[in-house]
Structure formats: structure tokens, C-alpha cells
């Protein structure tokens, strides 16, 4: 079974400062990477992912993301935060096996608040 | 090219009703997967079809369930409505059977049960 961890329910910063959001997997094979971003009454909308090769992924809206095996983590990353960054983060995690088809889990989810 | 949209956008229903969703995928996606968001236990998997088939399903109760049809919109119905059911329904597409795509999220359903 597949599952995704976001230890933090929300994660503070000031506007200008790094911005981390951590998040770690378990998948019984080797796993796809996949980080959203949901505004207030909108869907998810995707930021970046990793299949495969280099370790750091870059993405969307100048968010990157660095892919750890043996940590087994995907912590996403943004150099300076912006306010409008304020948001509901999620990781979620496809297993590579055939027979999960594309089924996504996600992770609890972390609200971000960016303050001026 | 237009995203996924999904109607209605909002729908209130009582105890006992059923509910139909549904789902247009992005132009060339086949394949639909839906999930159910609620505060209590986050995004949870449904289904997910493809070609009108149904190629994965999450543990949820069969009042639960889905179709797609030959032009990959895809419906999801409930029955025998519950309290617990009130969610918000996403939809997402994507191309194919190609496990490394990200799949692209619509707006939701938000279903309130009361």
C-alpha cells in the first residue's frame, strides 16, 4: 500500500523568506512524485513532479522540489515566498507498478500562510 | 484548450436522494479518475476509468459508482445519500494509461448533504 505524510498542518512564513513544505512517501515500488497547490474553492492545480533522474525538480511559479530515496521525502521549495503563495499544499504519490494504475494518494495536506 | 469542468458546481440533496456528477475531461484525455475531499479524511481516491472501463477503485461503499462513455465524459452517482457523503467531488484527467502524466484537476462538486 502506498501512503504520503505531511507533518506540518500549516507552515508560517514571512513574505521574501524560504518557503519549505515537507513531505514523505512509501510505496512498494518505486515511486512518481507529484506536488498540488489548491486556492479557496478551486481544484488542485499542479505544481511539479519527479519520475526519474536528476534529484531536484523544478516547477511552477518558481517552486522546486528535491527527491530524497533513501529519506524516503519530497520536500517542496520556494528561495522567497510570496504572499499570493498563501495556500493548501499536497503531495501525493503514484506507485510505478502496473497495477496501480493512476491512482494518486495524497497526503493530509498543508496550509501555507505568507505574511507581508 | 478548455480544462476539465465539472457540473453542477454546487448541489444540496437530503438523506436517502442520489446524486449524479459529472465530468468533462480535458480534449484528448482518456482517462478520469475521481477523488472526494472532506476535512476529516482529506482526498480520498474513487475510481478511475478509462476506454469505459473502470480500471482502479478506492474502498469506498457501493453507492458509489461511475461510468464513462465513449467520448470520456464521465458521471459518478451516488445513492441513498448520507450525511458523511457531503464532500467536495473532484474530477481529473489525463492522457492515457501513461503512468508518469500528471492529472489535471476541475473545479469540484460540492455536494451538502442534509
Known amino acids: 500500500a502506498q501512503s504520503v505524510a505531511q507533518p506540518e498542518d500549516q507552515v508560517n512564513v514571512a513574505e521574501g523568506n524560504p518557503l519549505t513544505v515537507k513531505c514523505t512517501y512509501s510505496?512498494?515500488?518505486?515511486?512518481?512524485l507529484f506536488w498540488y497547490v489548491q486556492y479557496p474553492n478551486r481544484g488542485l492545480q499542479f505544481l511539479l513532479k519527479?519520475?526519474?533522474?536528476?534529484?531536484l525538480v523544478k516547477g511552477s511559479y518558481g517552486f522546486e522540489a528535491e527527491f530524497n530515496k533513501s529519506q524516503t521525502s519530497f520536500h517542496l521549495k520556494k528561495p522567497s515566498a510570496l504572499v499570493s503563495d498563501s495556500a493548501l499544499y499536497f503531495c501525493?504519490?503514484?506507485?510505478?507498478?502496473?497495477?496501480?494504475?493512476?491512482?494518486?494518494?495524497f497526503g493530509g495536506g498543508t496550509r501555507v500562510l505568507v505574511k507581508p | 484548450k478548455a480544462g476539465v469542468t465539472q457540473t453542477p458546481r454546487y448541489l444540496i440533496k437530503t438523506r436517502g436522494q442520489q446524486v449524479t456528477l459529472s465530468c468533462s475531461p480535458i480534449?484528448?484525455?482518456?482517462?478520469v479518475s475521481w477523488y472526494q475531499q472532506t476535512p476529516g479524511q482529506g482526498l480520498q481516491f474513487l475510481f478511475e476509468?478509462?476506454?469505459?472501463?473502470?480500471?482502479n477503485k478506492g474502498n469506498f461503499p457501493g453507492r458509489f459508482s461511475g461510468r464513462q462513455f465513449s467520448n470520456s465524459r464521465s458521471e459518478m452517482n451516488v445513492s441513498t445519500l448520507e450525511l458523511g457523503d457531503s464532500a467536495l467531488y473532484l474530477c481529473?484527467?489525463?492522457?492515457?494509461?501513461?503512468?508518469?502524466?500528471?492529472?489535471?484537476f476541475g473545479p469540484g462538486t460540492r455536494l451538502t448533504v442534509l
Open positions: 476509468y478509462f476506454s469505459e472501463t473502470q480500471r
Open positions: 519527479y519520475i526519474t533522474g536528476d534529484n
Open positions: 481529473a484527467s489525463s492522457l492515457g494509461l501513461e503512468k508518469r502524466g500528471e492529472q489535471f
Open positions: 501525493a504519490v503514484r506507485d510505478a507498478i502496473k497495477a496501480a494504475g493512476n491512482k494518486l494518494t
Open positions: 510505496v512498494s515500488g518505486n515511486p512518481y
Open positions: 480534449s484528448g484525455h482518456r482517462s
